[in-house]
């Protein structure tokens, strides 16, 4: 029986929810919502809302929530027909009982059968200690027909918050986030534009001095196709190409407003953290030869403070020196 509620949190019986916007979505999310019915972890409440579809997405989750027990599968209805991505995954955290795990979710992937056990096995031992935590993995990457091409880039072993702040290898499909992760992003809301609810959830956990638990044994098959809100390129050299051909413009005034959002929540980041926020902003404000010259020594003092791959980190250390 499907279950609606607009404004108001209704307590699910299971304690793990699984956050899922869907947008015209028919063509491929029945394979999704199968491989959910597959999770050898079955735990879990579905936390759904349409993003103003136009084709069978409705019926296809109102059949699928028809097939659960009740109050598995409830829909928000709340927000304006097309939000747009981030906005409604914020909309979906609200509705969140405390206390409760989330794992992030697409409407065009298929979900290995363990990949909710792994996660919440991962994450918990950090709920008795009250420190938020963050859970991300590799995938494996397929077309449109589902026929794999590739494994997603290697994840760093122990991510720091430097590392978050200048790429984000937490991406949204496999995000799974402790209760005290939970209860951090949705207080710090909303990101700046263009960043989206992962790389958000990631820049939090990581500043406010929690766990990001890299995987890198891929959880699901990560659809490849025009439809795509963010695409994956395989090979550390298209990577690096990809982000020369969107130019420095573009991540750098990302990196300014995520460095001026973070430092608006202050009292959320850790101390060490803080600071490092404060000095590059401190940096970021100089121009000319002066600024470059202190942007060149930050770079040298904060180390950790790079891209995953060797060809990125010289992008990525380009475009800080010029600011």
Not at 118 to 130: D, E, G, N, T
């Amino acid at each position: 029986m499907l279950q609606s509620f607009a404004g108001v949190t209704a307590e699910p019986i299971y304690p793990d929810c699984i956050l899922l916007s869907v947008y015209n979505g028919a063509a491929f999310l029945t394979e999704l919502l199968q491989s959910l019915q597959r999770q050898t972890h079955t735990d879990w409440t579905l936390i759904w809302r349409d993003d103003g579809s136009t084709d069978q997405t409705r019926q296809i989750m109102q059949h699928f929530s028809e097939s659960l027990e009740s109050s598995r599968c409830l829909e928000v209805t709340q927000g304006d027909d097309h939000r747009g991505v981030a906005s409604s995954f914020y909309l979906l955290l609200d509705h969140v009982p405390a206390g409760h795990y989330v794992a992030f979710c697409d409407q065009d992937d298929v979900w290995f059968p363990n990949k909710l056990e792994r996660a919440v096995k991962a994450l918990a031992p950090f709920s008795p200690k009250q420190v938020p935590a963050l859970y991300c993995s590799r995938q494996i990457l397929t077309d449109a027909g589902l026929k794999p091409f590739g494994v997603s880039a290697r994840l760093p072993e122990k991510p720091v918050f430097l590392m978050a702040l200048t790429q984000n290898i937490a991406t949204g499909c496999t995000v799974v986030l402790s209760p005290d992760a939970v209860h951090l992003v949705r207080s710090v809301v909303p990101p700046p534009f263009p960043t989206l609810h992962d790389w958000w959830s990631y820049l939090l956990v990581s500043g406010a001095g929690g766990a990001v638990i890299t995987d890198n044994q891929p959880s699901l098959y990560y659809r490849q196709h025009q439809g795509n809100t963010v695409g994956v390129p395989t090979h550390y050299a298209a990577r690096a190409l990809k982000a020369m051909r969107r130019g420095p413009s573009v991540f750098m005034s990302t990196f300014r407003a995520n460095v001026r959002q973070l430092l608006l929540h202050a009292p959320m980041v850790q101390g060490q953290n803080r600071a490092w926020l404060a000095d590059i902003q401190r940096t970021l404000g100089m121009t000319g030869l002066a600024g470059w010259r202190a942007r060149y020594c930050l770079l040298r003092k904060l180390v950790r403070m790079r891209r995953n791959s060797f060809m990125e980190q010289q992008v990525f250390r380009l475009w800080f020196i010029l600011g």
